[in-house]
């Protein structure tokens, strides 16, 4: 059996885990969510954001700043990468940096979330501590944490089971389909 449930986003900053940064106080606020609940439209997102990626640095962010800026929000990005849009492919990078910079979105390179306190981001910005201040919104857009409680109850039964995609780690399409496929492979040679 071949088990492909995908990952979701948890209430930590899981890039930040690279950064040396165990714990990030302030992430149960009621002003913090994920990009899934802006697209499902759970709650209202404030005029003044902060889109926080952790080093996944794909479109889920940058997509997502893009979109606020484009609908009036006043947008900042925080990522350790160099630059925002540093972990698209090139072709994509090249349309992507081109739109960030001509966008309203102020970015904040070699920059991680430490602390949110109310209204009041805290930075590791470049080794040194930053703080954004106002911020109505933030939006975590990094890396999501695989869900495994089917994998896992399958196991338990005995069940022979593998995992394939983000239910292995949050990636990419690529990898979900590479490994689909290969998976898939192997169970029409066992047949
Ligand atoms: C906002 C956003 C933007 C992204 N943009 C890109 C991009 O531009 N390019 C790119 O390559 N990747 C992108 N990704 C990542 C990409 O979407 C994932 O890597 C990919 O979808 C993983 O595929 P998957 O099949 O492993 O899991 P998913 O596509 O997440 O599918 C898992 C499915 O399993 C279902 N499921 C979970 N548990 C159960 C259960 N117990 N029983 C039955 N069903 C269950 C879920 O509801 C879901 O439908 C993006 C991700 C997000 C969140």
Same mark, same amino acid.
């Given at each position: 059996m071949?088990?492909?449930?995908?990952?979701a986003p948890s209430l930590d900053i899981v890039g930040n885990l690279a950064q040396g940064i165990q714990d990030t106080p302030?992430?149960?606020q009621d002003n913090v969510m994920s990009v899934w609940d802006v697209l499902e439209d759970r709650r209202p997102i404030g005029h003044r954001v902060l889109v926080v990626d952790d080093g996944e640095g794909g479109w889920k962010g940058i997509g997502l700043a893009l979109q606020l800026d484009a609908d009036g929000h =006043?947008?900042?990005? #925080? $990522?350790?990468?160099?630059?925002?849009?540093?972990?698209?492919?090139?072709?994509?990078?090249?349309?992507?940096?081109?739109?960030?910079?001509?966008s309203h979105i102020a970015t904040h390179p070699f920059a991680s979330v430490t602390?949110? =306190?109310?209204?009041? #981001? $805290?930075?590791?910005?470049q080794g040194h501590a930053n703080t954004v201040a106002d911020v109505d919104t933030v939006i975590l857009a990094g890396w999501h944490r695989p869900v495994t409680d089917l994998y896992v109850a399958l196991k338990g039964r005995g069940v022979t089971v593998e995992r394939i995609g983000d239910a292995i780690a949050s990636r990419t399409m690529l990898e979900a389909?590479?490994?689909?496929?290969?998976?898939a492979r192997r169970v029409?040679?066992?047949t």
């Open positions: 071949i088990v492909a449930t995908g990952s302030g992430l149960a =006043d947008v900042e990005y #925080v $990522t350790p990468l160099p630059y925002a849009g540093a972990k698209l492919g090139p072709f994509s990078a090249d349309l992507a940096v081109r739109r960030i910079h001509l602390r949110i =306190d109310g209204a009041t #981001v $805290t930075l590791s910005e389909i590479h490994e689909g496929e290969r998976a029409t040679s066992n």
